[in-house]
Nanobody
């Protein structure tokens, strides 16, 4: 069992930056591929980024490539999402998610495949 607790987020003007954190309980964080998703009002949950269990591989949704960076510190059981050059269309509730895996290069884009979810954190970008 893994519990994910998110922090960070908030309100920022367009062009600004925010960093989200997602801290996992338990001692097996390094055996989970991790992901970030977001959900805007009236829309479905959208993939943002994923990272494999040792942080060596990442994949991003096209609209955030070059602006967002996900990373992890397995010693601290923490996942990060650095968001730069924020746009109003990035406004959403952001969620982190974990999927247990024994395969090094596993990265998961589909929300339905994740095992655990954080509580979500609001990111609001004003123009």
């Amino acid at each position: 069992q893994v519990q994910l607790v998110q922090s960070g987020g908030g309100s920022v003007q367009a062009g600004g930056s925010l960093r989200l954190s997602c801290t996992a309980s338990g001692r097996t964080f390094s055996r989970y591929a991790m992901g970030w998703f977001r959900q805007a009002p009236g829309k479905g949950r959208e993939f943002v980024a994923t990272i494999n269990y040792n942080g060596g591989s990442t994949t991003y949704e096209d609209s955030v490539k070059g602006r967002f960076t996900t990373s992890r510190d397995n010693a601290k059981n923490t996942l990060y999402l650095q968001m730069n050059s924020l746009k109003p269309e990035d406004t959403a509730v952001y969620y982190c998610a974990a999927k247990q895996t024994t395969v090094e290069h596993t990265m998961v884009v589909a929300a339905a495949l994740y095992d655990y979810w954080g509580q979500g954190t609001q990111v609001t970008v004003s123009s």
